[in-house]
């Protein structure tokens, strides 16, 4: 049976990313950076009757529980599939190019982009045992610079410095990744999940954390044809390639 592990995936769209990998025939652990939550996620999945599921305590800011996880997760499998970079944070509100502290930036990037970092070094080894090894990197279309630019885009008065920053790099690192592992199986692609109501948006937004699981597990899902190197946010770019970064 195939692997995945997500971060961040005691609630929201980590959550949803799990059920829809299970039902795809994973064996997914479900990253938390709080175990009871984690637990508190693997119940409720059992009651909705999924079990090919287990909680790994995983706080991608902290190089020890990195590290603990990776050593806990080598215990179990020999193989990781899929990682799905699920983890992220906005920062709070408001955030000022001007005016937000180093701090706020600091904190942000731990996660966003550090985190990821740090997850994807720590797990490498054992995707690199899989013969088809996903990387989804959890993104926005705020991300994009093309976007972010343009005063002809509906989200060019949207500005939020730090966390849309922190994804952009995320998207360079992504591109990065992908370029060193450009003659392996490896994929590795930034996905946006679509504006989605979960806690970090206050619950306002166009698109379900079911719809967004499946956006993004779907990218965890491809086959040897499917991109790497890419940046996708389907539920304004229906088709892929006209994605601007
Ligand atoms: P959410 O409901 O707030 O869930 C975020 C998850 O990340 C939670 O499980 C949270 O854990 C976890 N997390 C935060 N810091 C962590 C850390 N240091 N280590 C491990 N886990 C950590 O938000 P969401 O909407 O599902 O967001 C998931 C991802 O989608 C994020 O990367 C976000 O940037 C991205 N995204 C969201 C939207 C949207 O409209 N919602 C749009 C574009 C992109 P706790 O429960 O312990 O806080």
Redesign the pocket.
């Known amino acids: 049976m195939k692997s995945a592990l997500v971060?961040?995936?005691?609630?929201?769209?980590?959550?949803e990313v799990v059920k829809e990998l299970v039902r795809n025939g994973f064996f997914v652990y479900l990253?938390?950076?709080?175990l009871e939550?984690g637990m508190a996620a693997v119940n409720q999945l059992k009651t909705e009757g999924i079990t090919n599921v287990e909680a790994i305590l995983?706080?991608?800011?902290?190089e020890e529980s990195v590290k603990a996880a990776r050593a806990s997760l080598g215990e179990k499998v020999k193989v990781l599939d899929v990682l799905v970079n699920?983890?992220?944070?906005?920062g709070g509100f408001p955030q000022s190019a001007l005016n937000a502290t180093i701090d706020q930036f600091k904190t942000v990037y731990?996660?966003?982009v550090f985190?990821v970092v740090r997850v994807t070094q720590a797990f490498i080894d054992l995707l690199q045992q899989s013969n088809q090894p996903r990387i989804v990197n959890?993104?926005?279309?705020?991300a994009s610079l093309s976007l972010a630019a343009d005063p002809a885009s509906g989200s060019y008065d949207h500005k939020l410095a730090v966390?849309q920053s922190s994804?952009s790099a995320l998207n360079m690192y992504t591109i990065n990744l992908a370029y060193e592992l450009r003659n392996t199986a490896f994929k590795v692609n930034a996905v946006?999940?679509?504006?989605?109501?979960?806690?970090?948006?206050g619950h306002q937004?166009t698109?379900t954390?079911a719809e967004?699981g499946k956006r993004i597990a779907k990218y965890a899902l491809i086959g040897p044809d499917g991109p790497t190197g890419k940046y996708v946010s389907e539920e304004y770019f229906p088709e892929p390639a006209s994605c601007p970064w």
């Open positions: 971060t961040g995936a005691n609630k929201g769209i980590g959550f990253g938390s950076r709080k939550n995983l706080d991608v800011t902290d699920n983890a992220g944070i906005s731990d996660t966003n985190g959890v993104s926005t279309a705020m966390y994804k946006c999940p679509g504006y989605t109501q979960t806690d970090f948006t937004g698109s954390p967004a």
